[in-house]
């Protein structure tokens, strides 16, 4: 089991940038592929993008391909999420987790795990 704890949301103006942090707990954090979703209110969770167990891999949903950019680090058990270039479309709570079979779902229901969120504001 792990334990996620993201940080680093905020209110910034639009075509500024943010990085998000998910720390995780325990000692097996390199098993997990981990991915990063947002829901705006009123709307679904929706998928942002993945990274593999090592991060030689990563992928992201068209709306933020070019954008953002997933990073880890296994020795300090954290996931990354960089944010340029925002948008206010980009409003939304963010939430990472963490995905025990390593297969970088785009669905939610992929992942086991889940942070609890950090809000993320885009003014125009």
């Known amino acids: 089991q792990v334990q996620l704890v993201e940080s680093g949301g905020g209110l910034v103006q639009a075509g500024g940038s943010l990085r998000l942090s998910c720390a995780a707990s325990?000692?097996?954090?390199?098993?997990?592929?981990m991915g990063w979703f947002r829901q705006a209110p009123g709307k679904e969770r929706e998928f942002v993008g993945a990274?593999?167990?090592?991060?030689?891999?990563?992928s992201y949903a068209d709306s933020v391909k070019g954008r953002f950019t997933i990073s880890r680090d296994n020795a300090k058990n954290t996931v990354y999420l960089q944010m340029n270039s925002l948008k206010p479309e980009d409003t939304a709570v963010y939430y990472c987790?963490?995905?025990?079979?390593?297969?970088?779902?785009?669905?939610?229901?992929?992942?086991?795990?889940w942070g609890q969120g950090t809000q993320v504001t885009v003014s125009s």
């Open positions: 987790a963490a995905d025990p079979n390593g297969e970088m779902a785009t669905s939610a229901s992929g992942y086991d795990y």
């Open positions: 325990g000692r097996t954090f390199r098993r997990y592929s």
């Open positions: 990274i593999s167990r090592t991060g030689y891999s990563t």
